[in-house]
C-alpha cells in the first residue's frame, strides 16, 4: 500500500543551525505535499506545502523541496530558534480517482533546538 | 469563519467499555471529514473518511467505527475498547476545492486502562 518514510525521527541542533527532515513517498500518483507542525499536546498546523509541478518553495525561515522522480521531499528550517522545538509531519497526496483528500502522514521528526 | 470542535480533550476508559468522540465543523458545508489515530511516538494514522452523510470509509480493519449522521458530524465509536485503541485521536476537515486542505481538531488523549 502507500507508504512515506521520514527520516530522522528525531534531531537535535544549536540555535541558529539549520535542520533537515526527509521524507520518501512510494505513490507516483501522489501531487500535493504538506508540512505540519505539532506542538506538544496540541494540534498539527500546515506550516508550507508544494505541488508536484513545483521543485522548491519557501516561506522566511522554512523551504521545502521536491524531487518526483526520486519521489522524495524535504523540509529546510534556517536560523532555528527554540521556538522552532516541535514534531514534524510530513505527507503526501494518495493518487486515488476522485477528489477524497486522503493524505498519507510520515512517522514525525521530533526537533529539539538547543538554546 | 469555520471551526472545528472536537471533545472531549482527554478520557480514561476501562478495557471493554464503549467509546464515543465527536466532531462537529461550523462554517462550511459538506465538507470532507476524518478520523486520524497517533500512537504515542508514532505518525498519523488515517481510521475513517467521509465525503458526505452516511458515507463512511475504513482505512484499517479494528473494533473502531465511525458515523456521520448530520453534514458537519463524524463520530468515533467502539462497542468494547482495547488497551490498543489509546492513543491521541484528531479530527479534521477540508473541503472539495481544497480537499488536502485539513484543519484539524484540538484531539483527543484516550487512555484505556
Known amino acids: 500500500g502507500e507508504n512515506v518514510e521520514q527520516h530522522p525521527s528525531t534531531l537535535s541542533v544549536q540555535e541558529g543551525d539549520s535542520a533537515v527532515i526527509k521524507c520518501t513517498y512510494s505513490?507516483?500518483?501522489?501531487?500535493?505535499f504538506p508540512w505540519y507542525k505539532q506542538e506538544l499536546g496540541k494540534r498539527p498546523q500546515l506550516i508550507i506545502d508544494?505541488?508536484?509541478?513545483?521543485g522548491e518553495k519557501k516561506d522566511q525561515r522554512i523551504a521545502v523541496t521536491l524531487n518526483k522522480t526520486a519521489k522524495h521531499f524535504s523540509l529546510h528550517i534556517t536560523e532555528t530558534q527554540p521556538e522552532d522545538s516541535a514534531v514534524y509531519f510530513c505527507?503526501?497526496?494518495?493518487?486515488?480517482?476522485?477528489?477524497?483528500?486522503?493524505?498519507?502522514f510520515g512517522q514525525g521528526t521530533t526537533l529539539q533546538v538547543k538554546p | 469563519s469555520q471551526t472545528i470542535h472536537q471533545w472531549p480533550a482527554t478520557l480514561v476508559q476501562p478495557v471493554g467499555s464503549p467509546l464515543s468522540l465527536e466532531c462537529t465543523v461550523e462554517?462550511?458545508?459538506?465538507?470532507?471529514l476524518y478520523w486520524y489515530r497517533q500512537a504515542a511516538g508514532r505518525g498519523l494514522q488515517l481510521l475513517f473518511y467521509?465525503?458526505?452523510?452516511?458515507?463512511i470509509s475504513s482505512e484499517v480493519p479494528q473494533n473502531l467505527s465511525a458515523s456521520r449522521p448530520q453534514d458537519r458530524q463524524f463520530i468515533l465509536s467502539s462497542k468494547k475498547l482495547l488497551l490498543s485503541d489509546s492513543g491521541f485521536y484528531l479530527c479534521?476537515?477540508?473541503?472539495?476545492?481544497?480537499?488536502?486542505?485539513?484543519?484539524f481538531g484540538s484531539g483527543t488523549r484516550l487512555t484505556v486502562v
Open positions: 467521509s465525503v458526505g452523510i452516511g458515507q
Open positions: 505527507a503526501a497526496s494518495i493518487g486515488y480517482p476522485g477528489n477524497t483528500g486522503k493524505l498519507i
Open positions: 505513490d507516483s500518483a501522489s501531487n500535493y
Open positions: 462554517g462550511t458545508s459538506n465538507p470532507n
Open positions: 508544494i505541488r508536484s509541478n513545483v
Open positions: 479534521a476537515w477540508s473541503t472539495d476545492r481544497r480537499p488536502y486542505g485539513y484543519t
